[in-house]
């Protein structure tokens, strides 16, 4: 599992969730769709996606502080810092 993977947006440029999602697209695409945390991540980005920034982060917060084993815990755990680098 690449859960680190290569930067495909722009680390320090200030993105909204929508194109913090379409950025991770695909790192996403290139990881097993039946993996569980990359299903949580593209379901939080297609839930969320459209919110604003501040909502989006505490979304990913919450998200991440749950149920280990969750495939959303999972995505959150996975998005959170990457969404951090750049927001």
Do not use: H, K
């Not at 947006?9 to 993105?15: F, K, R």
């Not at 379901?43 to 917060?61: G, K, P, T």
Request: aromatic share 8%.
């Amino acid at each position: 599992m690449n859960r680190i993977g290569p930067s495909t947006y722009a680390e320090g440029a200030q993105l909204n969730p929508d194109a913090f999602c379409a950025s991770v697209g695909g790192l996403l695409a290139a990881e097993r769709s039946d993996e569980g945390w990359v299903r949580g991540a593209r379901a939080l980005c297609d839930m969320y996606a459209a919110v604003e920034r501040q909502r989006f982060e505490s979304i990913l917060v919450t998200m991440a502080a749950g149920r280990s084993g969750s495939a959303i815990a999972e995505g959150a755990r996975w998005l959170l810092p990457r969404w951090q680098a750049v927001s």
